[in-house]
C-alpha cells in the first residue's frame, strides 16, 4: 500500500529514543523528511544520523525541552524554516513519574503536566499557523490509555493522558474545518528504555519482586505481553498519512486488548 507520504515533512518529538525514534524512523522510510527533537542533544544527534542512515532521508535534530514555550516554538519554526513547511506533527515527548498519591510530590505533577500535557499543547499551537497557511495538516497525539482505563498507581500519567485526550478532542473539532486533523494513538505498556524504571517502581511501591512486577501488565493483556516499539509507530505512520486524513477527533487504543490495569492484575494473581 502507498501511503502517500513521499516527500512529505514531519515533526516528531521526543524523537532520540523509544516510541518516538521508531516513529521518525518508520514516517523517514516510507519518503518523509523528518526533524525531531528531545533534550538530550548528544543522542538526539546520534539518532538523527541512524534514521538518516538507515532510510536515506534528510533528519533534522532540533535540541528542545518542551517544557519551555520558548523552544517548542523554536522547534516547530525551525522545521519550518529548514524545510519549508510542515505536513505532520507527531506530539510524543514526555512522561509521567508512576506512583501512589501519597508517593508524589508536588514536582511530581507539575512534570507530569508540564511535559506531558503542556508540550503537547504548545507545539500543537505553534505548528496550526503554518499548517493554516498551507491549507492542510496532520495532527497524531501519542496519549495512553491510563486516561481511560484507570489505575490508582498510575494516577499522575493518567490526569495528563485524560486531559491530552480531551485537548485532541476539542481542537479536532475547532481545525477540521481548516482541513487540519487531529487524532490520538493510546499504548498500552510498551517495552522502551523506560519501561525498566517502570517496573522498578512497580517493584518497590508494591512491595513485590522485580520479576513479579515485570509479568503485571502482561497479565492483565490477553495477548500475553506488551507492546514492542516498532507496532506502535506502524499505526501512527499509516494514521500519519493522507490515506486517513479523515479519521479526525478519534482516538484508537494499541495495548493488546487490555481490559484491566496493573492493579486489578495484582489483586488476581
Same mark, same amino acid.
Given at each position: 500500500?502507498?501511503?502517500?507520504?513521499?516527500?512529505?515533512?514531519?515533526?516528531?518529538?521526543?524523537?532520540? @529514543?523509544? @516510541?518516538?525514534?521508531?516513529?521518525?524512523?518508520?514516517?523517514?522510510?516510507?519518503?518523509?523528511?523528518?526533524?525531531?527533537?528531545?533534550?538530550?542533544?548528544?543522542?538526539?544527534?546520534?539518532?538523527?544520523?541512524?534514521? #538518516?542512515?538507515?532510510?536515506?532521508?534528510?533528519?533534522?535534530? @532540533?535540541?528542545?525541552?518542551?517544557?519551555?514555550?520558548?523552544?517548542?516554538?523554536?522547534?516547530?519554526?525551525?522545521?519550518?524554516?529548514?524545510?519549508?513547511?510542515?505536513?505532520? =506533527?507527531?506530539?510524543?515527548?514526555?512522561?509521567?513519574?508512576?506512583?501512589? =498519591?501519597?508517593?508524589?510530590?508536588?514536582?511530581?505533577?507539575?512534570?507530569?503536566?508540564?511535559?506531558?500535557?503542556?508540550?503537547?499543547?504548545?507545539?500543537?499551537?505553534?505548528?496550526?499557523?503554518?499548517?493554516? #497557511?498551507?491549507?492542510?495538516?496532520?495532527?497524531?497525539?501519542?496519549?495512553?490509555?491510563?486516561?481511560?482505563?484507570?489505575?490508582?498507581?498510575?494516577?499522575?500519567?493518567?490526569?495528563?493522558?485524560?486531559?491530552?485526550?480531551?485537548?485532541?478532542?476539542?481542537?479536532?473539532?475547532?481545525?477540521?474545518?481548516?482541513?487540519?486533523?487531529?487524532?490520538?494513538?493510546?499504548?498500552?505498556?510498551?517495552?522502551?528504555?523506560?519501561?525498566?524504571?517502570?517496573?522498578?517502581?512497580?517493584?518497590?511501591?508494591?512491595?513485590?519482586?522485580?520479576?513479579?512486577?515485570?509479568?503485571?501488565?502482561?497479565?492483565?493483556?490477553? =495477548?500475553?505481553?506488551?507492546?514492542?516499539?516498532?507496532?506502535?509507530?506502524?499505526?501512527?505512520?499509516?494514521?500519519?498519512?493522507?490515506?486517513?486524513?479523515?479519521?479526525?477527533?478519534?482516538?484508537?487504543? @494499541?495495548?493488546?486488548?487490555?481490559?484491566?490495569? =496493573?492493579?486489578?492484575?495484582? #489483586?488476581?494473581?
Amino acid at each position: 500500500m502507498d501511503l502517500q507520504l513521499d516527500g512529505k515533512i514531519a515533526a516528531v518529538t521526543g524523537g532520540s @529514543i523509544g @516510541i518516538g525514534r521508531a516513529i521518525a524512523e518508520s514516517l523517514a522510510s516510507e519518503g518523509c523528511k523528518v526533524a525531531i527533537c528531545a533534550r538530550d542533544k548528544e543522542r538526539l544527534d546520534n539518532a538523527a544520523a541512524a534514521i #538518516r542512515q538507515r532510510t536515506g532521508q534528510e533528519t533534522l535534530a @532540533i535540541a528542545a525541552d518542551l517544557t519551555r514555550p520558548e523552544d517548542a516554538q523554536a522547534f516547530i519554526d525551525g522545521t519550518v524554516a529548514h524545510f519549508g513547511r510542515l505536513d505532520i =506533527l507527531v506530539n510524543n515527548a514526555g512522561a509521567a513519574p508512576g506512583g501512589v =498519591l501519597e508517593g508524589l510530590s508536588e514536582e511530581d505533577w507539575e512534570a507530569s503536566l508540564q511535559l506531558k500535557f503542556m508540550g503537547y499543547v504548545r507545539c500543537t499551537r505553534y505548528a496550526v499557523p503554518h499548517m493554516r #497557511r498551507q491549507g492542510v495538516g496532520r495532527i497524531v497525539n501519542l496519549i495512553g490509555n491510563d486516561g481511560i482505563k484507570h489505575s490508582y498507581w498510575e494516577v499522575a500519567p493518567g490526569a495528563a493522558n485524560a486531559a491530552g485526550q480531551n485537548f485532541t478532542i476539542s481542537i479536532a473539532a475547532q481545525y477540521g474545518r481548516e482541513n487540519i486533523t487531529v487524532c490520538a494513538v493510546n499504548p498500552g505498556p510498551v517495552r522502551t528504555e523506560r519501561w525498566d524504571g517502570l517496573v522498578r517502581a512497580m517493584s518497590r511501591d508494591m512491595e513485590i519482586s522485580y520479576d513479579e512486577a515485570d509479568q503485571l501488565a502482561p497479565r492483565a493483556i490477553p =495477548l500475553g505481553r506488551i507492546a514492542e516499539c516498532d507496532e506502535v509507530a506502524n499505526l501512527v505512520t499509516y494514521l500519519a498519512s493522507p490515506l486517513a486524513h479523515f479519521v479526525n477527533g478519534t482516538m484508537i487504543e @494499541i495495548d493488546g486488548g487490555q481490559q484491566k490495569p =496493573l492493579m486489578d492484575a495484582l #489483586r488476581d494473581r
